[in-house]
């Protein structure tokens, strides 16, 4: 019976000391790692992180379909990547087509460029 009373006081305390650690971790701004690791999840994940230009095209068809970025975030946030429609080894740059969930409200199609490490959306439509 010791042994348990023992383990029990054992358990308490590093309950508590996680909840304590989960408060001042949440508290700090730390960014808390992710798994992200599927390759459409990487590339939106990239893409946010390393940001993109508009190509003039780009930035005539969000106009007319009364769009800004915030929208092109969104999609970049909770897209999917189509690789079946992609071409990532295309030579000298590579392409990917990344459409937006059903839950927008204009669903959007946006075809992104990737030279390097920089990445330029060259059109963007509806779905």
């Known amino acids: 019976m010791k042994i348990l009373y023992r383990l029990g006081f054992y358990l308490g305390g590093f309950s508590i000391g996680l909840i304590l650690l989960a408060v001042f971790i949440k508290g700090s701004g730390v960014e808390l790692p992710s798994c992200d690791y599927l390759p459409n999840a990487r590339l939106l994940k990239t893409i946010r992180n390393n940001g993109y230009t508009l190509s003039p095209e780009a ?26 429609n992609s071409d990532p080894r295309k030579e000298p740059c590579g392409f990917y087509i990344i459409t937006s969930q059903e839950t927008m409200p204009v669903p959007l199609v946006a075809k992104v460029e990737r030279c390097d490490e920089a990445f330029e959306v060259l059109s963007v439509s509806k779905k």
């Not at 915030?70 to 990547?81: I, R, S």
């Open 59 to 84: 930035e005539k068809q969000l106009k007319e379909l009364s769009l800004d970025t915030t929208d092109l975030n969104t999609v970049f946030l909770e897209g999917e990547v189509d690789f079946k």
